[in-house]
């Protein structure tokens, strides 16, 4: 899914600025300072794209690093996420190290450097981020349950993947495997400078975070409707979901969304009042429904119409009303939100819905 334009120096520093809101511009609508019930820890092991780095380069102390790998936790996490025998990935390694031709593990080669130097701005400033990710995720997730997590980030090189970045739960443990290469562009000397990378790891990883948390602790509620419907509901239930993941995908500096982003904003609310029409509409046909779904999800970033309803929701909610309204709401389930949304709105100029949806809402809240 294409992403919006990386930020660079200029996030870096609203980032790091997680001091009192009064101190920070207007910046994206999340609290670290706040209080929730919720135990989150992040960290990165960069250790293991040290170690295959080693092997890559075939430089000494490859025997080492080979070794720590075969008992690495988090080489066994990342290789899940590919579907790979660990067997026939560390073969591959060793074979290209001894100097066989592998056109993919070559090109990663060729990098060695610039992933070093990618691999030394994380472990510079990753651990003031990842105290400030976990406390942003915290303060978007419902307050109960209370959630205890451990979530790990791993810089990895993949050789089947097709994914930015790819989950996997893991004896207890959350593990985020980043694909260095896809994230860092196919430049020979990387297409974004190692911050800028870095920060992206982070807005992505931050997004899966959320959703793999939510749907594991939140999502199975019975005000949570299956989405597989393919109506109204599972519809509603798709964007008010997607909203916090696709907020954290957005560069800090484009906030808040509505007036930054009207046009696009005001489009994906168009489109998204028109699939809820048809959806709200008893003579619509089931292929029609299906065909609705499928479209919802194609195209880039700003195609997705349910994600960026729900991000506009999300944003808006959160500033206006507050944080614990929304969690409250978000709690309740997908139309606690958009009823709130609707009065938060209602008598200004910002993106609403239609007629036909705002009834719906009304009838059901009765």
Same mark, same amino acid.
């Given at each position: ?38 135990? #989150? ?10 170690? #295959? ?7 000494? *102390?490859?025997?080492?690093? #080979? ?50 130097? #990618? ?6 400033? *990753? ?38 970045? *790819? ?165 309740? *389930? ?33």
């Amino acid at each position: 899914m294409a992403r919006p334009a990386p930020a660079g120096a200029a996030l870096a520093a609203v980032l790091l600025a997680a001091g009192a809101v009064a101190q920070r511009p207007p910046g994206p609508p999340f609290d670290p300072a706040a209080r929730t019930p919720h135990a #989150l820890s992040l960290t990165i092991d960069t250790r293991t794209a040290r170690d #295959l780095l080693v092997l890559l380069a075939a430089e000494d *102390g490859a025997p080492a690093a #080979l070794r720590r790998l075969k008992v690495s936790p988090s080489i066994r996490a990342a290789l899940k996420t590919e579907s790979l025998a660990p067997e026939d990935y560390f073969g591959r390694l060793v074979l290209a190290a001894s100097g066989t031709p592998d056109p993919l593990l070559q090109s990663f080669k060729s990098r060695v450097a610039y992933f070093r130097a #990618l691999l030394d701005e994380i472990d510079k400033t *990753g651990p003031e981020l990842e105290r400030l990710v976990v406390a942003r995720l915290a303060s978007v997730l419902p307050e109960e349950p209370a959630v205890t997590a451990r979530l790990v980030i791993v810089p990895f090189f993949g050789v089947s993947g097709f994914r930015e970045i *790819g989950r996997v739960r893991d004896e207890g443990a959350f593990y985020f495997v980043a694909e260095l290469p896809r994230l860092a562009g196919d430049d020979a000397v990387g297409t974004l400078q190692p911050r800028e990378v870095f920060l992206k790891i982070l807005r992505e990883v931050a997004s899966e975070a959320w959703r793999t948390l939510f749907t594991a602790y939140f999502r199975e509620s019975r005000v949570w409707p299956d989405e597989n419907a393919a109506d109204f509901d599972a519809l509603l239930a798709r964007t008010v979901a997607e909203g916090p993941p696709t907020l954290f995908l957005i560069p800090d500096e484009f906030f808040p969304l509505d007036p930054f982003f009207a046009e696009p904003v005001e489009r994906a609310f168009a489109r998204w009042n028109k699939a809820a029409e048809k959806l709200l509409d008893p003579k619509t046909k089931e292929n029609d429904r299906r065909d609705l779904f499928l479209e919802a999800g194609r195209g880039d970033f700003w195609a997705r119409y349910p994600a960026i309803v729900g991000a506009q929701m999300a944003d808006l909610l959160i500033r206006k009303p507050g944080r614990q309204p929304y969690v409250r709401a978000l709690a309740a *389930g997908p139309r606690a939100v958009a009823t709130l949304y609707l009065e938060t709105v209602r008598g200004t100029k910002r993106p609403d819905f239609s007629k036909a949806v705002k009834k719906d809402l009304e009838e059901k809240k009765r």
